[in-house]
């Protein structure tokens, strides 16, 4: 018999505060999850509960983690402006994505 397991996948996402708010960029292997605990402020101490970064405003999907990670990286270091792009190269209304993962 042959199992087949789907592939992991991991994320590099970007969280606002707001339209043209505060910005966090991030890696995980559950969007899902990741989001809701920006949402929810799960460590009180963070920069996303500091900053209320909680909508999901872009991501992009890896099956490598180290593309992931070498994309996460390559974001945060661009510069405000050219991450803003990004995010409205694809989402230009700013909608929360959240509500559409499970969906």
Same mark, same amino acid.
């Given at each position: /018999? $042959? %199992? +087949?397991?789907?592939? #992991? =996948? %991991? #994320? @590099? #996402? $970007? /969280? ?7 910005? %966090? ?13 920006? =949402? ?11 900053? !209320?970064?909680?909508?999901l405003v872009y991501m992009e999907i890896f099956?490598?983690?180290? +593309?992931? $990670? !070498?994309?996460? =990286? ?5 510069s405000r402006i050219k991450k803003i792009k990004?995010?409205?190269? @694809?989402?230009?209304?700013w909608v929360d994505m959240f509500y559409s993962?499970?969906?």
């Amino acid at each position: /018999m $042959i %199992y +087949y397991r789907e592939p #992991y =996948k %991991y #994320y @590099v #996402y $970007i /969280m606002a505060s707001d339209k043209n708010g505060t910005l %966090y960029t991030g890696i995980t292997n559950d969007i899902s999850r990741r989001s809701f605990e920006h =949402k929810t402020h799960l460590n009180k101490n963070s920069f996303s509960s500091r900053y !209320k970064t909680t909508k999901l405003v872009y991501m992009e999907i890896f099956e490598n983690p180290e +593309y992931a $990670i !070498k994309r996460e =990286k390559q974001i945060k270091s661009w510069s405000r402006i050219k991450k803003i792009k990004l995010i409205e190269s @694809v989402n230009p209304q700013w909608v929360d994505m959240f509500y559409s993962l499970n969906s």
